[in-house]
Protein backbone atom coordinates (compact mmCIF):
# COMPACT_ATOMS: atom_id res chain seq x y z
CA UNK A 1 0.00 0.00 0.00
CA UNK A 2 1.80 3.63 -1.33
CA UNK A 3 0.38 7.53 -0.85
CA UNK A 4 -2.51 8.45 -0.84
CA UNK A 5 -3.75 5.44 0.58
CA UNK A 6 -4.62 5.57 4.75
CA UNK A 7 -5.73 2.68 6.84
CA UNK A 8 -8.85 3.39 9.17
CA UNK A 9 -9.06 0.41 11.41
CA UNK A 10 -12.47 -0.03 13.65
CA UNK A 11 -12.47 -2.57 16.79
CA UNK A 12 -12.83 -2.20 20.83
CA UNK A 13 -11.30 -2.88 24.17
CA UNK A 14 -12.95 -6.39 24.19
CA UNK A 15 -11.15 -7.45 20.86
CA UNK A 16 -7.20 -5.41 22.04
CA UNK A 17 -7.83 -3.31 19.03
CA UNK A 18 -8.68 -3.53 15.41
CA UNK A 19 -11.43 -5.75 13.79
CA UNK A 20 -12.38 -3.87 10.77
CA UNK A 21 -10.18 -2.44 8.56
CA UNK A 22 -11.30 0.35 5.76
CA UNK A 23 -9.32 2.25 2.80
CA UNK A 24 -11.03 6.09 3.06
CA UNK A 25 -9.94 5.64 -0.69
CA UNK A 26 -11.57 3.03 -1.80
CA UNK A 27 -15.65 4.37 -3.00
CA UNK A 28 -16.92 0.48 -2.53
CA UNK A 29 -16.01 1.24 1.01
CA UNK A 30 -17.41 4.36 2.06
CA UNK A 31 -20.20 4.36 4.40
CA UNK A 32 -18.62 0.79 5.85
CA UNK A 33 -15.78 -0.16 8.30
CA UNK A 34 -14.22 -2.43 5.96
CA UNK A 35 -13.71 -6.16 5.95
CA UNK A 36 -12.64 -8.16 8.79
CA UNK A 37 -8.66 -7.95 9.54
CA UNK A 38 -7.53 -11.81 9.11
CA UNK A 39 -6.63 -12.41 12.90
CA UNK A 40 -10.27 -12.81 13.65
CA UNK A 41 -13.53 -14.49 12.39
CA UNK A 42 -16.83 -12.34 12.63
CA UNK A 43 -20.37 -13.50 11.93
CA UNK A 44 -24.07 -12.25 12.07
CA UNK A 45 -26.50 -13.30 15.11
CA UNK A 46 -30.01 -13.04 14.22
CA UNK A 47 -32.21 -9.97 16.17
CA UNK A 48 -35.68 -11.12 15.23
CA UNK A 49 -37.24 -8.68 17.64
CA UNK A 50 -35.74 -6.09 15.26
CA UNK A 51 -36.47 -8.06 12.42
CA UNK A 52 -33.44 -8.37 11.26
CA UNK A 53 -32.16 -12.40 9.75
CA UNK A 54 -28.48 -13.18 9.54
CA UNK A 55 -29.47 -16.07 6.60
CA UNK A 56 -31.36 -14.00 4.61
CA UNK A 57 -30.34 -12.55 1.32
CA UNK A 58 -29.56 -9.62 2.44
CA UNK A 59 -27.48 -10.83 6.00
CA UNK A 60 -27.85 -8.44 8.78
CA UNK A 61 -27.45 -8.99 12.81
CA UNK A 62 -25.56 -8.49 15.94
CA UNK A 63 -21.55 -8.57 15.12
CA UNK A 64 -19.85 -11.65 16.67
CA UNK A 65 -16.37 -11.66 16.73
CA UNK A 66 -13.96 -14.52 17.90
CA UNK A 67 -10.12 -15.06 17.52
CA UNK A 68 -6.56 -14.91 19.48
CA UNK A 69 -6.73 -11.20 19.88
CA UNK A 70 -10.08 -11.30 22.38
CA UNK A 71 -9.75 -10.22 25.86
CA UNK A 72 -10.22 -13.03 28.70
CA UNK A 73 -12.98 -11.36 30.51
CA UNK A 74 -13.70 -8.26 32.71
CA UNK A 75 -11.88 -8.13 35.66
CA UNK A 76 -13.58 -9.94 38.59
CA UNK A 77 -16.92 -10.13 36.20
CA UNK A 78 -17.57 -13.19 35.57
CA UNK A 79 -20.95 -12.27 35.42
CA UNK A 80 -20.91 -10.01 32.68
CA UNK A 81 -18.09 -11.79 30.83
CA UNK A 82 -20.77 -15.04 30.35
CA UNK A 83 -23.45 -12.22 29.07
CA UNK A 84 -20.47 -11.58 26.08
CA UNK A 85 -18.94 -14.21 25.39
CA UNK A 86 -20.88 -17.36 24.26
CA UNK A 87 -18.53 -20.40 23.38
CA UNK A 88 -15.67 -18.71 21.42
CA UNK A 89 -17.85 -16.06 20.27
CA UNK A 90 -17.50 -12.46 21.41
CA UNK A 91 -21.16 -10.48 21.50
CA UNK A 92 -20.81 -7.02 21.35
CA UNK A 93 -24.36 -5.95 22.68
CA UNK A 94 -25.44 -7.61 25.52
CA UNK A 95 -22.92 -6.51 28.11
CA UNK A 96 -23.19 -2.49 30.15
CA UNK A 97 -19.34 -1.99 29.01
CA UNK A 98 -20.12 -1.79 25.45
CA UNK A 99 -22.39 0.94 24.85
CA UNK A 100 -24.74 0.60 22.24
CA UNK A 101 -24.01 -3.45 20.34
CA UNK A 102 -23.76 -3.16 16.48
CA UNK A 103 -26.10 -4.15 14.03
CA UNK A 104 -24.26 -5.12 10.74
CA UNK A 105 -25.05 -5.93 7.09
CA UNK A 106 -22.23 -7.67 5.09
CA UNK A 107 -21.61 -5.83 1.82
CA UNK A 108 -20.95 -7.58 -1.66
CA UNK A 109 -17.81 -6.59 -1.52
CA UNK A 110 -16.64 -8.22 2.32
CA UNK A 111 -17.22 -5.34 3.99
CA UNK A 112 -19.17 -4.99 7.13
CA UNK A 113 -21.86 -1.49 6.80
CA UNK A 114 -23.31 -0.71 10.69
CA UNK A 115 -27.15 -0.31 10.50
CA UNK A 116 -28.42 0.01 13.68
CA UNK A 117 -28.05 -0.35 17.57
CA UNK A 118 -29.27 -3.36 19.53
CA UNK A 119 -28.97 -2.06 22.85
CA UNK A 120 -31.36 1.29 23.30
CA UNK A 121 -28.55 3.71 23.92
CA UNK A 122 -27.42 6.53 21.05
CA UNK A 123 -25.17 9.32 21.06
CA UNK A 124 -26.07 12.47 19.93
CA UNK A 125 -24.08 14.61 18.00
CA UNK A 126 -21.49 16.36 20.84
CA UNK A 127 -20.77 13.02 21.91
CA UNK A 128 -23.32 12.70 24.99
CA UNK A 129 -24.68 8.88 25.36
CA UNK A 130 -28.54 8.69 26.25
CA UNK A 131 -30.12 5.84 27.57
CA UNK A 132 -33.27 6.00 26.09
CA UNK A 133 -35.44 3.64 28.25
CA UNK A 134 -34.58 4.98 31.42
CA UNK A 135 -35.55 8.89 29.66
CA UNK A 136 -39.17 7.21 28.90
CA UNK A 137 -39.48 5.99 32.20
CA UNK A 138 -39.11 9.57 33.64
CA UNK A 139 -41.11 10.74 31.44
CA UNK A 140 -43.67 8.59 31.71
CA UNK A 141 -44.53 10.44 35.40
CA UNK A 142 -45.75 12.91 33.20
CA UNK A 143 -50.07 12.11 34.13
CA UNK A 144 -51.55 13.77 31.03
CA UNK A 145 -49.98 11.11 28.71
CA UNK A 146 -49.74 7.19 28.07
CA UNK A 147 -47.10 6.53 26.33
CA UNK A 148 -44.02 8.04 24.09
CA UNK A 149 -40.79 7.24 22.30
CA UNK A 150 -37.79 9.31 22.37
CA UNK A 151 -35.42 9.30 19.39
CA UNK A 152 -32.45 11.04 19.09
CA UNK A 153 -30.40 11.54 15.72
CA UNK A 154 -26.95 11.12 16.08
CA UNK A 155 -26.31 14.20 13.57
CA UNK A 156 -28.23 15.93 15.90
CA UNK A 157 -27.92 17.57 19.52
CA UNK A 158 -31.04 17.22 20.93
CA UNK A 159 -34.04 14.94 21.70
CA UNK A 160 -37.65 14.40 20.47
CA UNK A 161 -40.74 12.17 20.77
CA UNK A 162 -43.99 11.14 19.57
CA UNK A 163 -46.35 10.91 22.43
CA UNK A 164 -49.87 9.35 23.03
CA UNK A 165 -51.59 11.45 25.34
CA UNK A 166 -54.20 10.72 27.49
CA UNK A 167 -57.11 11.64 26.07
CA UNK A 168 -59.27 12.55 29.02
CA UNK A 169 -56.63 14.49 30.20
CA UNK A 170 -56.04 16.63 27.13
CA UNK A 171 -60.09 17.22 26.50
CA UNK A 172 -59.76 18.61 30.30
CA UNK A 173 -57.20 20.92 29.68
CA UNK A 174 -58.70 22.22 26.16
CA UNK A 175 -62.05 22.81 28.35
CA UNK A 176 -60.06 24.79 30.86
CA UNK A 177 -58.34 27.09 28.26
CA UNK A 178 -61.56 27.55 25.87
CA UNK A 179 -59.73 25.34 22.96
CA UNK A 180 -62.12 23.97 20.65
CA UNK A 181 -62.03 20.34 19.21
CA UNK A 182 -62.27 16.57 19.38
CA UNK A 183 -59.19 14.92 20.89
CA UNK A 184 -57.81 13.96 17.43
CA UNK A 185 -57.99 17.36 16.33
CA UNK A 186 -56.38 18.89 19.73
CA UNK A 187 -53.23 16.65 19.36
CA UNK A 188 -52.86 18.66 16.31
CA UNK A 189 -53.06 21.91 17.90
CA UNK A 190 -49.89 23.92 18.59
CA UNK A 191 -51.25 24.86 21.66
CA UNK A 192 -51.81 21.68 22.65
CA UNK A 193 -48.00 20.05 21.67
CA UNK A 194 -46.61 23.19 23.75
CA UNK A 195 -48.53 22.26 26.61
CA UNK A 196 -47.42 18.93 26.85
CA UNK A 197 -44.12 19.30 26.11
CA UNK A 198 -44.32 21.83 28.74
CA UNK A 199 -45.20 19.09 31.13
CA UNK A 200 -42.47 17.25 29.79
CA UNK A 201 -39.63 19.26 30.34
CA UNK A 202 -41.20 20.07 34.34
CA UNK A 203 -40.66 16.33 34.92
CA UNK A 204 -37.34 16.93 33.12
CA UNK A 205 -36.58 19.75 35.91
CA UNK A 206 -37.77 17.98 38.83
CA UNK A 207 -35.69 14.86 37.82
CA UNK A 208 -32.57 17.08 37.04
CA UNK A 209 -32.00 15.83 34.02
CA UNK A 210 -28.94 16.70 31.84
CA UNK A 211 -29.56 19.50 29.52
CA UNK A 212 -29.27 17.36 26.40
CA UNK A 213 -31.95 14.76 27.82
CA UNK A 214 -34.52 17.06 27.71
CA UNK A 215 -37.11 16.94 25.08
CA UNK A 216 -37.02 19.91 22.62
CA UNK A 217 -39.90 19.07 20.37
CA UNK A 218 -43.19 16.75 20.45
CA UNK A 219 -45.72 15.03 18.08
CA UNK A 220 -48.95 13.91 19.21
CA UNK A 221 -49.97 11.01 17.62
CA UNK A 222 -54.10 9.97 18.58
CA UNK A 223 -53.23 6.71 18.37
CA UNK A 224 -51.79 4.37 20.94
CA UNK A 225 -48.80 2.47 19.71
CA UNK A 226 -50.09 -0.85 18.35
CA UNK A 227 -49.12 -4.15 16.85
CA UNK A 228 -51.71 -3.40 13.68
CA UNK A 229 -48.91 -1.07 12.68
CA UNK A 230 -46.15 -3.38 13.82
CA UNK A 231 -45.13 -0.72 16.47
CA UNK A 232 -44.89 -3.05 19.75
CA UNK A 233 -44.25 -6.73 20.58
CA UNK A 234 -46.76 -8.66 21.67
CA UNK A 235 -45.58 -8.31 25.45
CA UNK A 236 -46.03 -3.92 24.48
CA UNK A 237 -42.22 -3.13 24.23
CA UNK A 238 -41.35 -0.74 21.60
CA UNK A 239 -40.35 -1.70 18.45
CA UNK A 240 -37.64 1.27 17.87
CA UNK A 241 -36.46 0.57 14.22
CA UNK A 242 -40.05 0.36 12.93
CA UNK A 243 -41.41 3.44 14.84
CA UNK A 244 -38.35 5.04 13.14
CA UNK A 245 -39.87 4.29 9.96
CA UNK A 246 -43.44 4.69 10.13
CA UNK A 247 -42.44 8.48 11.78
CA UNK A 248 -39.75 8.98 9.71
CA UNK A 249 -41.14 12.31 7.90
CA UNK A 250 -42.63 13.26 11.28
CA UNK A 251 -39.23 12.96 12.75
CA UNK A 252 -37.38 14.76 10.09
CA UNK A 253 -40.10 18.19 10.62
CA UNK A 254 -39.57 18.06 14.41
CA UNK A 255 -36.30 18.82 13.79
CA UNK A 256 -36.58 21.89 11.28
CA UNK A 257 -38.89 23.64 13.39
CA UNK A 258 -37.01 23.09 16.53
CA UNK A 259 -33.86 24.67 15.06
Known amino acids: ?28 MLGTVGPPLPNVDVCLESVPEMGYDALSSTQ ?26 VGEWFHTA ?53 SLWIYGNSFESFLVAVVNPNKQALERWAEANGVPGDFDSLCEILK ?26 VHLDPVPFDMDRDL ?4 FKKKRPQLLKYYQSIIDNMYKSAK
Request: one cysteine or more; proline letters at 6%; charged letters at 25%.
Open 94 to 146: PNNFFPSGDIGEWQPNGSMKIIDRKKNIFKLSHGEYVAVENLENVYGNVPDID
Open 232 to 235: ITPT
Open 192 to 217: AKEYILGELTRVAKEKQLKGFEFIRA
Open 60 to 85: RGEVCVRGETLFSGYYKREDLTKEVM
Open 1 to 28: MTPPYSVFTNGLTETCGGTFVSLPNELD
